[in-house]
């Protein structure tokens, strides 16, 4: 059995709470679930370049209220080498209201969807860099932060600026299926979750002795529901995790997000 560690999340909680041992993958308040971006990796450009993000967004619990924020980019400060998720070491950086009406997201009362921004991701922002660093490519970051019931909530999205002809793709996944089969009702206790995916890509990285090496993507799907529990918040794609609890009585949603280890990200939503 494969095990899952050194994963990296899209979404920083930066603060607890009282809920500490909630179950992660158990909807209700606030959360970003996931920032898909239509495109992970994009070719240098000598003109600024516009790419679309989807914010997975949910806030059952918040009975459709409006959750105020603040977006923020900037040249990566090197989120991946332990920097702070921050944009201060850009004193151009200013930050600008992003606000998400979650009454006009979700069905019903689910309050759980897409909430989207565009990046404006500046032109020639490698041209300085070393043969190496531009072709392993440099990212811009993209920050958001909400202030909600006196927590605070960072999420982040990379854009991979790089001089490679090859760029990362978004995986793309199936339905959810249940017991093997696309889903058309909830789960009940004991019922089988998973959700397929294309096959991983492959990919070149350059090292520091400017060695060419061929690397395997790795997908994995974070779930989430909005009732019961499931046994595994997270798999690999040719898993599963097994639903428990009692089929609910209202509305009623399964997400699962489905990621690659460079900033590809697909999702889907199910809800009867």
Known sequence: MKTLN??????????CGDDNFRKVEKLGGFRVLGIKAAN???????AIQTVSLQLIVSDING??????????SCIDPGVG???EVSCDHDPTAGPVNFDIVFSSIGIGTLFTGIATHNVSVPANIITLLGARDQFNGLAYLTVFTFEVDGETHKAFKRIVVTNRTSLNSNPLSSNIQKNGIDINAFPQNGDELS???????????????NIDETRTEELQVAWYVSEGELSRSKTYVDESTEYEGSAPAGDSVVVAIVRDDRGGLDFKVYSP
Not at 6 to 15: E, K, N
Not at 40 to 46: D, H, L, W
Request: hydrophobic residues 40%; negative net charge; proline residues 4%.
């Open 6 to 15: 050194g994963i990296l999340l899209l979404v920083l909680l930066l603060s």
């Open 40 to 46: 992970p990796e994009i070719t240098e450009s000598g």
């Open 63 to 72: 009975g459709g209220r409006t959750v105020n924020g603040q977006v923020v």
């Open 81 to 83: 080498y332990g920097a």
């Open 195 to 209: 959700v397929m995916a294309n096959s991983p890509e492959t990919y070149t990285y350059r090292t520091v002795e």
